[in-house]
C-alpha cells in the first residue's frame, strides 16, 4: 500500500528549462510534505517543505505547489541547472504519526 | 556542527548471519528515524525513536529490531539475514519531537548479503 507515490521514475530536462516532479498521495490524514534530494552514495538532503495551510512555497530556484482536493503536490525547479540532476524524494507526514512516508523517486537529468 | 554519522558504511554478510548497524545523530537531536533504500521501492521506513522509546514501527519482519540509547545514539540489527536485505540503511535525525520538521539524514549503510 503505496501512500505516497511518485509516478515518473524519470525525467530529462534541457539546462534552464523548468523541471516539475509530481507526487500524489492517498492519505487525507497528512498535513506536512517535503522534498528531498539524493545524490549517489550520498544521504537524502532537505530541499524544501509545505504544511497542509499553505499551496505554495517557495525558496530561491524551488517552488512547492500543494492541491489538498487532488492530494497533489509538484516541485517545480526553474531554471534547471546540470548539478540538479539528483533522484528526488517527495515525504508526507500526519500530526502525531512520528514517521515520514516516502516516494519511490523520480531520476531527474539535466541535459548541458 | 558534525552531521549524522552511520557506521559501518559498506558491509558484506552472508543469509543467515546477523548485522547491527550504528547512528549517531546530530548532537542536541532527540529523535532518530531508521529507513531501508532499495531499487525501485524508495524509502521504507523502518521505526523512529524518541528518548530511547519506540514511537512508531514500519511493516517490516521481527528479524528488524532497533533500540535508542540514552545519549540518543541509535542502533539496528538485522537476524537472520536474507538476500533481500541487501539494501542501503538511511538513519535519519530530527529536532522536533513530532513529524513536521526536517529530518537531516546520513550517509547510509550499504548491506550486501550473499
Known amino acids: 500500500d503505496q501512500q505516497v507515490k511518485q509516478n515518473s521514475p524519470s525525467l530529462s530536462v534541457q539546462e534552464g528549462r523548468i523541471s516539475i516532479l509530481n507526487c500524489d498521495y492517498t492519505?487525507?490524514?497528512?498535513?506536512?510534505f517535503l522534498w528531498y534530494k539524493k545524490y549517489p552514495a550520498e544521504g537524502p538532503t532537505f530541499l524544501i517543505s509545505?504544511?497542509?495551510?499553505?499551496d505554495k512555497n517557495e525558496d530561491g530556484r524551488f517552488t512547492v505547489f500543494l492541491n489538498k482536493s487532488a492530494k497533489h503536490l509538484s516541485l517545480h525547479i526553474v531554471p534547471s541547472q546540470p548539478g540538479d540532476s539528483a533522484v528526488y524524494f517527495c515525504?508526507?507526514?500526519?500530526?502525531?504519526?512520528?514517521?515520514?512516508?516516502f516516494g519511490t523517486g523520480t531520476r531527474l537529468k539535466v541535459l548541458a | 556542527k558534525a552531521g549524522v554519522t552511520q557506521t559501518p558504511r559498506y558491509l558484506i554478510k552472508t543469509r543467515g548471519q546477523q548485522v547491527t548497524l550504528s547512528c549517531s545523530p546530530i548532537?542536541?537531536?532527540?529523535?532518530v528515524s531508521w529507513y531501508q533504500q532499495t531499487p525501485g521501492q524508495g524509502l521504507q521506513f523502518l521505526f523512529e525513536?524518541?528518548?530511547?522509546?519506540?514511537?512508531n514501527k514500519g511493516n517490516f519482519p521481527g528479524r528488524f529490531s532497533g533500540r535508542q540509547f540514552s545519549n540518543s545514539r541509535s542502533e539496528m540489527n538485522v537476524s537472520t539475514l536474507e538476500l533481500g536485505d541487501s539494501a542501503l540503511y538511511l538513519c535519519?535525525?530530527?529536532?522536533?519531537?513530532?513529524?513536521?520538521?526536517?529530518?537531516?539524514f546520513g550517509e547510509g549503510s550499504r548491506l550486501t548479503v550473499l
Open positions: 535519519a535525525s530530527s529536532l522536533v519531537a513530532y513529524s513536521t520538521g526536517e529530518l537531516f
Open positions: 525513536y524518541f528518548s530511547e522509546t519506540q514511537r
Open positions: 509545505i504544511s497542509s495551510i499553505k
Open positions: 515525504a508526507a507526514s500526519g500530526a502525531g504519526t512520528y514517521k515520514y512516508i
Open positions: 492519505n487525507s490524514m497528512f498535513d506536512y
Open positions: 548532537s542536541g537531536h532527540r529523535s
